[in-house]
């Protein structure tokens, strides 16, 4: 099946950093989302981008299909954005109608 | 805005029991999805469901796991004779079209404690 990978696994950050999150994935794609798992547990859908850039606040998206890679920038980084940072990837030819999550990256941002 | 719901948020169970796993998705959505995350892994898919049946499992769902669509709104996912090695944090999520052209949305998920 797609192999999905993240970078870094771990980040630590001070409080109004920026930082710049990777997604690599083995195989052309459908679908492409990224979610925040906040402290308590649950997923919070970040951005639906399989292909292109898109901007919500301090954060922004951008997918190059036809290179296999995504990256999530979070700007003037705030405690609040602590938690794991999952890319996850629907591909027509090996994961057909479900999407396969990357391993995560863990964010810890620090005032 | 439409979400993806599901109960109970937390729910401890004894070693053997049974459990049901119950989530409401949105409304006019086609496809539905469990999703497991065990402590500290990464979020592993379980199964999906379509058109009243199973369209897709992994090895992970095995005899021990069911799903239902019980009526128009509730799809549920049991787990019979529970395992320690079954706590983990349980997703259920839906896409109106299918996740090859469109994107899911995931519930905030039932965390199961097995003792």
């Known amino acids: 099946g797609i192999q999905v990978e993240q970078s870094p696994p771990d980040l630590i950050l001070q409080e109004g950093a920026n930082s710049t999150l990777r997604c690599n994935f083995s195989d052309s794609v459908n679908n492409l989302q990224w979610f925040h798992q906040n402290p308590w547990g649950q997923l919070i859908n970040l951005f639906y981008?399989?292909?292109g850039t898109k901007q919500n606040g301090r954060l922004s998206a951008t997918t190059v299909a036809t290179e296999r890679y995504s990256l999530l920038y979070i700007s003037s980084s705030q405690t609040t954005d602590s938690g794991v940072y999952f890319c996850a990837v629907d591909s027509v030819k090996t994961s057909y109608d479900k999407v396969i999550f990357g391993p995560g990256t863990s964010l810890s941002v620090i005032p | 805005e439409p979400e993806v719901t599901q109960t109970p948020s937390h729910q401890v169970t004894q070693m053997g029991q049974e459990v049901i796993l119950r989530c409401v998705p949105i409304s006019n959505h086609l496809y539905f999805y469990w999703y497991r995350q065990i402590l500290g892994q990464k979020v592993e898919f379980l199964v999906s469901f379509y058109n009243n049946e199973i369209s897709e499992k992994s090895e992970i769902f095995d005899d021990q796991f069911s799903v239902e669509r019980p009526d128009g709104s509730n799809f549920t996912l049991k787990i019979r004779s529970t395992k320690l090695e079954d706590s983990a944090m349980y997703f259920c999520a839906s896409s109106d079209i299918g996740t090859s052209n469109t994107e899911a949305f995931f519930g905030q998920g039932t965390r199961l404690t097995v003792v």
């Open positions: 981008i399989p292909s």
